[in-house]
């Protein structure tokens, strides 16, 4: 009973604090971070001791999962040299510079300061991402730093597998290259086949419920078969992730991709919360058991210092070096400021702290070497978590406005539309019901026109019409095949086709000097706003102002109306 109620209070707690965060615009990961650490020290509170497979098995698969579905395979594949250059190069450098450092301060053997290297070389796929949304960084940044951040840890697994071999006997070049090669190519085969087979299982269901639970178990499959192997379990995670999103389209319905979607955020936020504020509720013992370990204290801050001081700056070395050596050759290579960017989002987080309980209890100094991890982790969300955003706005870098991502998209869209509708036409033939051609026109054609408007819908209105489809025939009176107005007393009221009063402009887009990408029309008093895609969304602001609930687009060729109250197309 005590268990289930402290869960309760830290998943409260953690998203209650999330929620904060997000409210005042500041970093979730450093605040959940210091609550934990406040939190602590107060006398109700027990001591948290976080296992290692807790966070192995429990955490890290479903969190590294729900980042590979969103995760382009496209993008992946354009960026894969800097990504391996990252997730493998990067993590091995900082590694041995870390243990460098470690060896030359602390009585303890090389293996062990290798060890901790590979602790704390592998930036936070959680942090790394939860940074990189509430900064608005350029999409190619985004795009590697979240790329990298889902495979350096496999890199980080394997050295810190070998360097507690080495500390245990002997270990070879060989051994340790044969185990490189064993965990990639062998998490990538088994994440391949995993996904294979769900493709096969979900192909076969159209239950959204049970689609979305195969959804869960996914993670979880493609990591155990993979560890049982001594492959990667992380690597399999990954590309089973990247394969099962990649494809969505073809082998789930809309409803379960809308269902999907929406739960493995749930999941993603639930866990992403509770994992930093776990990480602040262990600070006091850890810090409390090193202080009390014997080594000398001074001795004992000079290496936490300088352990945080390589781990920060071995990134930017590697990054930007090969940089400034191609532009001295006058070689084309990326903007000097993205590199500054990348070099310094390196937070650490929870595979850190979980991987440093991984050391055999023989190990030489624990209590130090956890100490260590822990101000890594908080050192670099507090100094790069909290500066980042600082820095991109210093370069003056940013991301596409929500305008030129829905212009992009809508025109990405509406050219996939006349392809459509093209071979459509030519493989229509003499035998070819015409409803059933009729009926795929109207939807091609809706969607069309719906993703101009509204592009994070698009699943919630396919999924509207299969279920019209499957709706009677009587039932299915509307304008190009749409779901009606049925349960919405707004649209069943509004005028079908109110004409425009006068010019079609957005009379504040020209006053404010802006441009529209498209026009709406109040049905109530016929008042004329650019659309939500537009820089001044002034439909949007109509409808706030005026409560009018009904627009319509007076696009050509667009019918629809939506219902900003029940938020219904019709």
Not at 12 to 37: H, N
Not at 47 to 64: D, Q, R, S, Y
Not at 310 to 334: F, K, N, Q, S, Y
Not at 434 to 453: D, F, G, K, Y
Request: with cysteine.
């Amino acid at each position: 009973m005590d268990i289930a109620i402290g869960l309760v209070v830290l998943i409260g707690s953690a998203t209650a604090l999330a929620a904060l965060a997000r409210r005042f615009g500041v970093s979730e990961p450093l605040v959940l971070t210091l609550a934990g650490v406040a939190a602590s020290y107060l006398p109700m509170v027990p001591v948290v001791h976080l296992e290692p497979e807790v966070v192995l098995l429990g955490l890290l698969p479903p969190l590294l999962y729900t980042a590979a579905l969103r995760t382009s395979l496209v993008d992946f594949k354009d960026n894969v040299r800097g990504i391996a250059y990252l997730s493998v190069g990067l993590v091995l450098f900082s590694t041995f510079v870390v243990a460098l450092v470690v060896w030359l301060l602390l009585p303890v053997p090389f293996a062990a300061a290798v060890a901790l290297g590979a602790v704390v070389a592998p930036p936070d796929a959680v942090a790394a991402t939860a940074i990189a949304r509430r900064t608005g960084m350029p999409r190619s940044i985004v795009t590697v730093l979240e790329d990298e951040s889902l495979f350096n840890d496999a890199t980080a697994l394997v050295a810190l597998r070998s360097a507690i071999a080495a500390m245990a006997g002997v270990v070879t070049v060989w051994q340790i290259g044969g185990d490189f090669l064993l965990a990639a190519v062998g998490g990538a085969v088994v994440g391949a086949a995993v996904a294979a087979l769900l493709v096969v299982v979900r192909r076969r269901i159209h239950d959204p419920v049970l689609d979305t639970s195969a959804s869960l178990l996914a993670p979880f499959v493609a990591y155990l078969p993979a560890e049982h192997f001594h492959a990667s379990g992380v690597i399999a995670v990954v590309t089973c992730g990247m394969i099962l999103g990649h494809g969505a389209q073809r082998w789930q319905g809309a409803a379960s991709r809308v269902a999907e979607t929406t739960n493995w955020r749930t999941v993603q936020f639930i866990l992403e919360s509770t994992v930093f504020l776990i990480i602040g509720l262990q600070v006091r013992w850890i810090v409390e058991e090193a202080w009390h370990s014997g080594l000398d204290r001074h001795l004992l801050i000079i290496t936490a210092v300088a352990v945080l001081a390589a781990v920060m700056l071995a990134r930017p070395v590697w990054v930007c070096t090969p940089v400034l050596v191609a532009r001295l050759v006058g070689r084309d290579t990326e903007p000097l400021s993205h590199a500054a960017v990348v070099s310094w989002a390196g937070m650490r987080g929870v595979v850190t702290l979980a991987a440093v309980l991984l050391l055999p209890a023989s190990t030489p100094q624990l209590p130090v070497l956890k100490l260590l991890a822990l101000v890594v982790v908080g050192g670099t969300l507090l100094v790069q978590g909290t500066s980042l955003p600082w820095l991109v706005r210093l370069l003056k870098l940013r991301g596409p406005t929500r305008a030129e991502d829905a212009l992009v998209k809508a025109e990405l869209l509406q050219q996939a539309a006349t392809a459509g509708l093209a071979e459509l036409d030519r493989r229509v033939g003499p035998d070819t019901p015409a409803p059933v051609v009729e009926s795929l026109r109207q939807r091609l054609i809706w969607r069309t026109n719906a993703a101009w408007e509204r592009l994070g819908r698009l699943d919630l209105e396919e999924s509207m019409i299969d279920r019209f489809d499957e709706a009677d025939d009587d039932q299915r009176a509307e304008p190009l095949g749409m779901p009606g107005a049925a349960g919405c007393a707004h649209l069943e009221q509004a005028p079908l086709l109110r004409e425009p009063d006068g010019e079609l402009v957005c009379a504040e887009c020209v006053a404010a000097g802006l441009t529209w990408v498209h026009l709406r029309l109040c049905t109530a008093c016929g008042n004329i706003g650019c659309c939500e895609s537009s820089p001044g969304n002034h439909a949007s602001a109509h409808y706030r102002a005026s409560e009018h609930p009904v627009m319509r687009s007076v696009e050509p060729g667009e019918v629809w109306r939506w219902c900003y109250v029940d938020e219904l197309l019709g």
